[in-house]
């Protein structure tokens, strides 16, 4: 079992950076794949990026691909998005998660963060 707890969220420009950091407490993180979704107001909650246990597999929504990046860092217990070219519309609430699979699909994730705010202005 693990409890993920998000950090990193904040106000920015568009065009301009962020990096969420999600840090897991449990001796069994590395035995979970972790993934990011975000929701919007007034939206479903989206998939945005997956990361398999060890890290080598990784998939991403098609309205961030080439734009974030997600890694993970298992010594440290943590996963993280590192967000580039910011647009208006990623403004959202980013949750944290953990599945046994790399998924899209959050109702197979188990485990989920409290979330953090990102509103990008422009």
């Known amino acids: 079992q693990v409890q993920p707890v998000e950090s990193g969220g904040g106000l920015v420009q568009a065009g301009g950076s962020l990096r969420l950091s999600c840090a897991a407490s449990g001796r069994t993180f590395s035995s979970y794949a972790l993934g990011w979704f975000r929701q919007a107001p007034g939206k479903e909650r989206e998939f945005v990026a997956a990361?398999?246990?060890?890290?080598?597999?990784?998939t991403y929504a098609n309205s961030v691909k080439g734009r974030f990046t997600i890694s993970r860092d298992n010594a440290k217990n943590t996963v993280y998005l590192q967000m580039n070219s910011l647009k208006p519309e990623d403004t959202a609430v980013y949750y944290c998660?953990?599945?046994?699979?790399?998924?899209?699909?959050?109702?197979?994730?188990?485990?989920w963060g409290q979330g953090t705010q990102v509103t990008v202005f422009s």
């Open positions: 998660a953990a599945s046994s699979a790399v998924t899209p699909r959050a109702t197979l994730y188990d485990y």
């Open positions: 990361i398999s246990r060890s890290g080598a597999t990784t």
